[in-house]
């Protein structure tokens, strides 16, 4: 993974960027984005290129068989998604499907290990939604199945997001430009996008993979906390890392994708949690699954069962364990509690923060278990591990690194809603002439720099450096 990320900053992405900038021709700088992207997955997973590319290849006769036909489009969409969503719960919940018959009805059935595609939850809800839209009317069929493949396998958000809608990027497909500016701009936000990744992220990881695979003798109370704070961080600051070095890629080449993070820790409820964390996939599920189930227009109970509905299945989405179910089905939990309780949505600003960022914690902590008793334990000793022994005190000490907690501290103050702030910084960039170079710009640019080079410093130094996301 050191190897492969330092490969890409130092020679995939400046060889692509500076060949598409030369190349004159839009056709040929898609072709050279498609060739790249299936170099970018290949590296890892040649095999599952044509995977891939197959799902490209049905999605685009689906969409022009529905474009064309005057009956049986409903058929043909259903065919699809059938067929969508077969590739993706053959090779992700086969083995998590036979695994829970032969639990529950105690059998013995075998099954083969299934190589997990990597990316392939993202690339099948893209596939996904383009269909639909066509069949809704929505956007029209891209007769070019290039540029659906380049839509399906460009490589900046192929991996881990966040999802892109076809009618959102239909544009650029067709013609695009970049310019200086635009190409700084993404440069940036693609470096701090590996800052969170690389200095943030994995400074937690490491913390939280240390607690989470300790013995049981060993977490207690303080030691569960600092294990759930520090995936708690993780998990936001390897995600919206990603999605941020995704945009600034996207930016870069002339494409421009929706934010998937907006400070998500700084919500004051669960219901406003979820419009702020992986934005695009609630949206998904929102667009997709909620409002065709009947959203919230068929009574209270059936607004219920739709929701439970959703979140049971935005869990199975993360992956094939029970752990990422229970987290789903938590989520789904509290958001009917602040639907039935008024007082929870009338509670004020900080209050309903504080209670949010708990909730949210102690979900998380479910999520990165293995197994459920072990979620459940950690989530009791977080509560009730009030005691103390040698070995625990001194594992919880071995944790609090001068390091760990200097990156704790700036990932606590970089998870608070400072979109003020961010958003005067960008005027202040934006507002700059061409002869006049502004301090703030100026400070960024220099920022930067330094940012990539610590950040290519500790790739090259460290053997830790895992995401999160690319395993859904």
């Known amino acids: 993974m050191i190897?492969?990320?330092?490969?890409?900053?130092?020679?995939?992405?400046?060889?692509?960027?500076?060949?598409?900038?030369?190349?004159?021709?839009?056709?040929?700088?898609?072709?050279?984005?498609?060739?790249?992207?299936?170099?970018?997955?290949a590296y890892g997973e040649p095999v599952h290129v044509l995977l891939m590319i197959l799902s490209a290849f049905i999605n685009y006769e689906a969409a022009l068989m529905i474009s064309h036909l005057k009956r049986g489009k409903k058929f043909v969409l259903f065919l699809g998604v059938l067929a969508n969503l077969g590739?993706?719960?053959?090779?992700?919940?086969?083995?998590?499907?036979v695994d829970t018959v032969n639990r529950v009805l105690h059998k013995n059935i075998s099954c083969p290990e299934i190589l997990l595609p990597v990316g392939i939850s993202f690339?099948?809800?893209?596939?996904?939604?383009?269909?639909?839209?066509?069949?809704?009317?929505?956007?029209?069929?891209?007769?070019?199945?290039?540029?659906?493949?380049?839509?399906?396998?460009?490589?900046?958000?192929?991996?881990?997001?966040?999802?892109?809608?076809?009618?959102?990027?239909?544009v650029s497909l067709e013609n695009r430009k970049c310019s200086s500016r635009q190409t700084?701009?993404?440069?940036?936000?693609?470096i701090c996008g590996l800052a969170k990744k690389v200095l943030i992220a994995n400074a937690m990881g490491t913390v939280a993979d240390s607690v989470f695979g300790a013995e049981w003798s060993h977490i207690n109370a303080v030691t569960a906390w600092i294990g759930a704070v520090a995936y708690l961080m993780q998990i936001y600051y390897d995600f919206s890392g990603y999605s941020d070095m995704a945009i600034g890629l996207g930016n870069m080449f002339g494409f421009?994708?929706?934010?998937?993070?907006?400070?998500?820790?700084?919500?004051?409820?669960?219901?406003?949690?979820?419009?702020?964390?992986?934005?695009?996939?609630?949206?998904?599920?929102?667009?997709?699954?909620?409002?065709?189930?009947?959203?919230?227009?068929?009574?209270?109970?059936?607004?219920?069962?739709?929701?439970?509905?959703?979140?049971?299945?935005?869990g199975l989405w993360h992956g094939a364990n029970w752990t990422?179910?229970?987290?789903?089905?938590?989520?789904?939990?509290?958001?009917?509690?602040?639907?039935?309780?008024?007082?929870?949505?009338?509670?004020?600003?900080?209050?309903?923060?504080?209670?949010?960022?708990l909730a949210v914690c102690v979900g998380f902590v479910m999520f990165r278990s293995d197994t459920v008793l072990q979620g459940i334990y950690y989530i009791r000793q977080m509560f009730t591990g009030f005691w103390t022994?040698?070995?625990?005190?001194?594992?919880?000490?071995?944790?609090?690194?001068?390091?760990?907690i200097v990156m704790l501290t700036a990932a606590v103050i970089g998870s608070a809603p400072i979109h003020r702030l961010a958003d005067w910084i960008r005027e202040e960039v934006n507002d700059s002439s061409k002869e006049t170079v502004s301090v703030m710009w100026l400070l960024l640019n220099i920022g930067s720099v330094i940012l990539l080079a610590w950040c290519m410093f500790r790739l090259s130094a460290s053997t830790y450096n895992p995401f999160i996301y690319f395993r859904f």
Not at 184 to 190: E, H, I, M, P, S
Not at 325 to 348: A, D, Q, S, T
Not at 389 to 404: D, L, R
């Open 123 to 170: 690339f099948t809800f893209q596939a996904v939604s383009y269909v639909i839209d066509v069949y809704r009317g929505k956007v029209g069929a891209q007769k070019s199945f290039l540029k659906v493949l380049l839509y399906i396998c460009f490589f900046p958000q192929l991996i881990a997001g966040p999802i892109v809608k076809y009618r959102d990027i239909s």
């Open 324 to 357: 990422f179910i229970l987290w789903g089905l938590y989520h789904g939990f509290f958001m009917l509690l602040e639907e039935c309780l008024p007082v929870v949505r009338k509670l004020p600003e900080w209050i309903g923060r504080i209670y949010t960022v």
């Open 3 to 41: 190897f492969s990320s330092l490969v890409f900053l130092c020679i995939f992405l400046p060889v692509t960027y500076i060949l598409h900038w030369i190349i004159p021709s839009f056709r040929a700088k898609n072709g050279l984005l498609i060739i790249a992207s299936l170099l970018f997955y």
């Open 256 to 314: 421009r994708f929706r934010e998937n993070f907006r400070y998500p820790y700084g919500a004051v409820s669960i219901q406003d949690f979820w419009r702020r964390w992986h934005i695009s996939l609630s949206e998904w599920f929102k667009e997709y699954v909620y409002i065709p189930l009947g959203g919230n227009r068929n009574g209270r109970f059936l607004t219920v069962v739709n929701r439970m509905v959703v979140f049971f299945l935005t």
């Open 87 to 97: 590739m993706l719960g053959f090779f992700k919940y086969s083995a998590f499907f």
């Open 389 to 404: 022994t040698p070995e625990a005190v001194s594992f919880a000490w071995q944790q609090m690194t001068p390091y760990f």
């Open 184 to 190: 700084a701009a993404g440069l940036r936000r693609f």
